[in-house]
């Protein structure tokens, strides 16, 4: 079968369609024939070379899928051959096969499109174990979102404006601003021309915020602890602005807040089912309704996986880039 692989780390033309072996699915997993699969910013880190797989994975990218289950292992009784799924992955996505465990599975909603739900289970997983799981964020609360019109933003503005709380984002452009409140967001701020700290407390009266997901790290963090309500928590689930950060601990103390830092893919498997487990129950009903949906950037053929990445890097979309397999 075809798979995009990294033989070298680089940059996105290091991304070359391979030819693999198919895989075998194990006891408790399924076997998907591939419709279409997610690009996230971890696929460029492990194409970089700064995030492999984890033991077990495929070695090359690819973090969701949408597809069909075309085989099923001796000990799964929750799919059955041609179910449509999507699923989240700890790697191995950027193919037209992928093995699975069967715990990772969220069922295909009909009325939707089958490319575009292979954006949702990275997404939603990532939100609901950040926000809602760790950082337990309420109805009234309210939560800012860096890097708002990214995949996992957009996601992040819908949810959580569909279980009630007040929701700010920050984006680097007045179109993305735009795209963030179209979205739900109660308010956009534009990080190049406004200062998101004075911003939030304006509109907050001061008090803050309840729970910041944080995509940027870097020197947002201080700013991150400045604009935190007593008692804030402090997401962060990437280092798009550098992994080294320098805070007030007093100010932190002060404010009785804690910072978090996770990954999704590193966790132990019964840890990561029982996030799907959660995702099915809370956010698959709002997917069902309209309330959460994919918001689609661009899809690009397999075989085209380097463009991809290039559009990622460039900044210049807004919600989710989708590779087409079939």
Not at 15 to 39: F, M, N, T
Not at 113 to 119: C, H, I, K, L, W
């Amino acid at each position: 079968m075809r798979a995009v692989t990294v033989p070298v780390p680089g940059g996105p033309r290091a991304l070359i369609v391979s030819e693999v072996p198919e895989p075998v699915a194990g006891a408790h997993e399924v076997v998907i024939d591939v419709a279409a699969a997610g690009v996230n910013r971890a696929d460029v880190n492990q194409r970089e070379g700064h995030y492999p797989s984890p033991a077990g994975a495929p070695e090359w990218p690819g973090l969701e899928v949408s597809g069909t289950v075309v085989a099923v292992g001796s000990e799964v009784t929750s799919a059955s051959l041609g179910d449509h799924v999507v699923a989240l992955l700890p790697g191995g996505g950027y193919a037209d096969r992928v093995s699975v465990d069967a715990g990772l599975l969220l069922p295909y909603l009909k009325g939707m499109d089958f490319v575009e739900s292979a954006g949702l289970p990275e997404a939603v997983a990532t939100v609901w174990s950040n926000v809602f799981m760790n950082a337990q964020l309420q109805p009234g609360e309210t939560l800012l979102v860096h890097g708002g019109s990214s995949g996992v933003g957009s996601i992040a503005i819908q949810l959580a404006k569909a279980l009630g709380s007040t929701v700010y984002a920050t984006a680097g452009t007045p179109a993305k601003v735009e795209f963030c409140e179209q979205l739900g967001a109660d308010r956009g701020i534009d990080y190049k021309s406004d200062d998101f700290v004075e911003v939030v407390h304006e509109l907050t009266g001061g008090r803050g915020v309840d729970v910041i997901l944080d995509l940027v790290s870097g020197d947002y963090l201080a700013r991150d602890v400045d604009a935190l309500a007593v008692g804030g928590r402090i997401m962060v689930i990437a280092a798009q602005g550098g992994r080294d950060a320098t805070i007030d601990v007093g100010r932190l103390m002060a404010k009785r807040a804690r910072i978090w830092g996770t990954t999704l893919r590193a966790r132990p498997l019964e840890e990561r089912r029982e996030i799907m487990a959660q995702v099915r129950e809370h956010v698959w009903p709002l997917v069902e309704r309209g309330d959460v949906r994919p918001v689609l950037d661009s899809v690009f053929p397999l075989e085209f996986a380097a463009a991809a990445h290039e559009r990622m890097e460039s900044g210049g979309h807004s919600g989710k880039i989708l590779l087409a397999v079939r």
